[in-house]
């Protein structure tokens, strides 16, 4: 069964050159170029990856992205020409799974959409596993149930998407080890790295701001300048 892709990209050029070489890669491909387009499309049927450009006529692409993840939790891959720490972080903190800058080539493109369905397929899943209860693990004031995916401090909920929480997980299972940002983003995403490391900076820090006290002191998951992250020591 073929993995549909919606494409919402209003450069047809762009668009063509991405639609040919991902249905030559096997995908079936529904192509749209701008918001209002991209809106109805998602509505009709189900997808296994959104491509999504941020620049749209008609409806903005971060206005696309927040509309899709009211209603799904389907991979969205962020297609821009904006290289900006600013835009790549809101691009994932409204909930995109990653991110490529303009121009990128299709081998890159391709292997990125493949990651990216992949590791949606292993963290669904995941969440299917029977809960079982017991594996529980307390560091500080942070409660995280390993088989139930949830995580409290001081007994309140703390919400985190799938990747905060197995970045997270990584950390509290292996208090000692000091892991670069390339070994997170391969055990976390599953998949090798691309050298950008600004999906792990933006993962990182909305999983500090929800976890830590102080996010510009972290207590938790502590920076090594130069090296990498490590778990705090309590």
Do not use: C
Not at 41 to 65: E, H, N, Q, W
Not at 112 to 133: F, L, M, N
């Amino acid at each position: 069964m073929q993995q549909k892709i919606l494409l919402i990209e209003d450069d047809q050029s762009i668009s063509e050159m991405v639609r040919d070489y991902l249905t030559r890669e096997g995908y079936e491909i529904t192509a749209v170029f701008d918001g209002i387009e991209a809106e109805k499309a998602f509505a009709k049927i189900s997808y296994d990856l959104v491509l999504l450009d941020l620049m749209l006529p008609g409806r903005s692409g971060t206005d696309v992205l927040q509309l899709i993840r009211q209603a799904s939790l389907v991979p969205v891959l962020i297609m821009s020409a904006k290289d900006s720490d600013v835009d790549k972080a809101l691009g994932l903190g409204f909930g995109a799974d990653d991110y490529i800058t303009k121009p990128f080539s299709m081998i890159e493109l391709a292997a990125r959409v493949k990651a990216a369905i992949r590791r949606a397929g292993y963290y669904a899943a995941s969440e299917q596993q029977p809960e079982t209860g017991g594996r529980t693990l307390q560091v500080g004031e942070l409660s995280i149930d390993l088989d139930n995916f949830s995580v409290t401090k001081r007994g309140e909920e703390v919400k985190l998407t799938a990747k905060e929480f197995h970045i997270l997980k990584l950390f509290v299972t292996n208090p000692t080890r000091v892991f670069t940002k390339a070994q997170v983003y391969g055990f976390v995403w599953n998949d090798d790295y691309f050298g950008d490391e600004n999906v792990i900076n933006v993962h990182m820090r909305r999983l500090r701001e929800k976890i830590e006290d102080d996010p510009s002191h972290p207590k938790y998951i502590q920076t090594l300048w130069g090296i990498g992250y490590k778990l705090g020591e309590f």
